[in-house]
């Protein structure tokens, strides 16, 4: 298996820009993660879905972020617009069965807004 | 409420001498612990995991954590750091109950700096 794929591996994006940071996690995992990683805030988690159903989005820092999951193979984390503060790096990561493996992690997206 | 602390922001050690990096916990049932490994411009890798059994248990690159139940606690450990151990490291727990099932709690993350 692949592993957890995130794309793109960079972006960099102008203030007020949508930006859309894709995921595909690993076949047969049936919970997947968004988490956010900054210098300051550290490693905080945004949403989780199980079953392709959204299960706690209480991390989401506001209206402008959304997340999707249309099918058991594809994630989107979307953020509109996107402002300056949103610079991060953003990971995805999979887990099967309720986590009593842990998780596979993507190699993140780096983004930067100015 | 499930937490998992790690008291040091920073562990400095030379080359060829033991390290350990602290973590602490606090779950309401059996606990479910894992290490995870950063390395720069990388994302979180799997070390190890306790989930039951013996205490002291062995993950990848040398590392291994001891489980201690009456000190809430699960350490990192290696006998002989190397440089290219280098990295942040983070201790999650499995969380518990309505709306944690599933999610992993993760701990602050401490950087873990092996000097030759």
């Known amino acids: 298996d692949a592993g957890v794929i995130q794309s793109p591996r960079h972006e960099v994006t102008e203030m007020g820009q949508e930006v859309t940071l894709r995921c595909k996690p690993i076949?047969?995992?049936?919970?997947l993660f968004w988490y956010r990683q900054t210098m300051m805030r550290g490693l905080e988690l945004l949403i989780y879905?199980?079953?392709?159903?959204?299960?706690?989005d209480s991390g989401m820092p506001e209206d402008r972020f959304s997340a999707k999951m249309p099918n058991a193979s594809f994630s989107t984390l979307k953020i509109q617009p996107s402002e300056p503060r949103d610079s991060a790096v953003y990971f995805c990561a999979s887990c099967r069965g309720g986590g009593y493996d842990g998780y596979t992690f993507g190699s993140g997206t780096r983004l930067t807004v100015v | 409420a499930q937490s998992v602390a790690q008291p040091e922001d920073q562990v400095n050690v030379a080359e060829g001498n033991p390290l350990t990096v602290k973590c602490t916990y606090s779950v309401s049932g059996n606990p479910y612990l894992f290490w995870y490994v950063q390395y720069p411009n990388r994302g979180l890798q799997f070390l190890l995991k306790?989930?039951?059994?013996?205490?002291l248990v062995k993950g990848s690159y040398g590392f291994e954590a001891e489980f201690n139940k009456s000190q809430t606690s699960f350490h990192l450990k290696k006998p002989s750091a190397l440089v290219s151990d280098s990295a942040l490291y983070f201790c999650a727990v499995r969380g518990y109950g309505s709306g944690n099932t599933g999610k992993l709690i993760f701990g602050q993350g401490t950087t873990l700096q092996v000097k030759p």
């Open positions: 076949s047969g995992h049936d919970y």
């Open positions: 306790y989930i039951t059994g013996d205490n």
């Open positions: 879905f199980n079953n392709n159903v959204p299960i706690d």
